[in-house]
């Protein structure tokens, strides 16, 4: 499935995913997406928070 931002070939640095079945994610629990965006605004704790670039992963 092609996200909502392009996937990179160099990882985000200073963020790790342990989201295997993300699109983006790669070995070593990286994020390979161009940028990330977490979700909602106020959000309090992160139970109430929500990663937005999510993509599933076509198996």
Known sequence: MVGRVSRT?????R?????NTCHYWDNGDVCKASSIEIQPPGARDTETTDCATFAPKEM
């Not at 070939?9 to 640095?13: A, F, R, T, V, Y």
């Not at 963020?15 to 989201?19: A, H, Q, R, S, Y």
């Open 15 to 19: 963020v790790k995913c342990v989201v």
């Open 9 to 13: 070939n160099e990882p985000i640095g």
